[in-house]
Nanobody, 115 residues
Framework: QVQLVESGGGSVQPGGSLRLSCSSS????????MGWYRQAPGKQREMVAL???????PYGNSVKGRFTISRDNAKNTMYLQMNSLLPDDTAVYYC?????????WGQGIQVTVSS
């Protein structure tokens, strides 16, 4: 069983940057697809960025060109670099990982973009 812990959230002004981290309790090489999702108040959870086992990294339309997903296998950690942040990026961000047949979610971390 895998446990995921997010860190790096907080408050930032529009145009600023944050980097989220998702630490895995097991070797991330053993995991299948991993990704970041977010949920804003009153809205459905949406996909932000994924990293498929084969290496493909699709992004949600609203974050393309601004966010970058990456991982450090040696640290068993996945990252989400968020640049040019907008107020609409305000949400609780979750990391997720598939270890079939189960998908595991982190506890979520708040990101607030406000002037």
């Amino acid at each position: 069983q895998v446990q995921l812990v997010e860190s790096g959230g907080g408050s930032v002004q529009p145009g600023g940057s944050l980097r989220l981290s998702c630490s895995s309790s097991i070797n991330i090489d053993t995991l299948y697809n991993m990704g970041w999702y977010r949920q804003a108040p009153g809205k459905q959870r949406e996909m932000v960025a994924l990293r498929f086992r084969g290496g493909a990294t699709p992004y949600g339309n609203s974050v393309k060109g601004r966010f970058t997903i990456s991982r450090d296998n040696a640290k068993n950690t996945m990252y989400l670099q968020m640049n040019s942040l907008l107020p609409d990026d305000t949400a609780v961000y979750y990391c997720a990982a598939e270890l079939p047949p189960k998908t595991t979610w982190g506890q979520g971390i708040q990101v607030t973009v406000s002037s």
